[in-house]
Each structure stands twice: as C-alpha cells, then as structure tokens.
C-alpha cells in the first residue's frame, strides 16, 4: 500500500473546498477546484520524485 491514495483524497477535499470558497460562479468553482487538484497531485509527484533523488 503506497500513500498515493491518501494523497488524492486530500487533494479532492482540499480542491472541493478551495473551488467553493474562492470562486463566483458554479464553472469558476468547477474550473479552479479541477486547477487546485491539478496541482495538489502534480506537485506532490514531483517532490516525491525530488526527496527519492536526495535519498540515494
């Protein structure tokens, strides 16, 4: 089991809220909770991409 999964909990969650939140519009809420996860996931790949290359 990887933590993956939690992590795109947490991003669904964090993204659904943020979109109500921040936004207007029901499209602004979709588009930046969509945007907010986007980059929830992305950026959690790439730092672990970055702490694996540290590790070694």
Known sequence: MTYFPAVLLFA?????VFG???????????R???YCF???V??????SWVMFFIAR
């Open 32 to 34: 930046y909770g969509i």
């Open 42 to 47: 992305g950026s959690a790949i790439v730092l």
């Open 12 to 16: 669904l969650f964090a993204s659904t």
């Open 38 to 40: 986007v980059l929830f």
């Open 20 to 30: 109500i939140t921040q936004r207007e519009t029901p499209r602004g809420m979709i």
